[in-house]
């Protein structure tokens, strides 16, 4: 996976295709696809928080819109909504002919502020 970009507005990633990611028809595996877009989605929600601020995820949704086949898919992410406690943003995957492969979307939980001594 590679950063392309990643500021305030959200985050751009990329990743080739290679057949250890492919499942047994030799598409792009689920998995893969997901990774890269909660990992798209969790960077550009770490560029809108304090440093040091974590999260975590507490659920997401994938819906797929075409097989990937080959060469280098895209994601595109945002948040669309932040509450004090939850943030929320969406992902939007393409593959290597400009086409939406998939749609992520995805709710974190920021964790609480410590409490010192």
């Known amino acids: ?4 970009k990643s500021d305030h507005t959200g985050t751009e990633m990329s ?14 595996h689920g998995g893969a696809v997901a990774s890269l877009a909660h990992t798209t989605l969790a960077v550009a929600i770490k560029k809108q928080l304090p440093v040091g601020n974590d999260i975590e995820i507490i659920t997401f949704s994938l819906r797929f819109h075409l097989p990937v086949r080959g060469g280098t898919i895209r994601a595109s992410g945002k948040v669309v909504e932040e509450t004090e406690r939850d943030i929320r ?29």
């Open 89 to 117: 943003g969406e992902v939007l995957v393409y593959n290597c002919h400009g086409e939406k492969a998939a749609t992520f979307s995805a709710a974190y939980r920021k964790e609480r502020a410590r409490k010192l001594g």
């Open 1 to 4: 996976m590679k950063i392309e």
């Open 15 to 28: 990743m080739p295709f290679n057949v250890k990611l492919a499942q047994s028809k030799g598409l792009m």
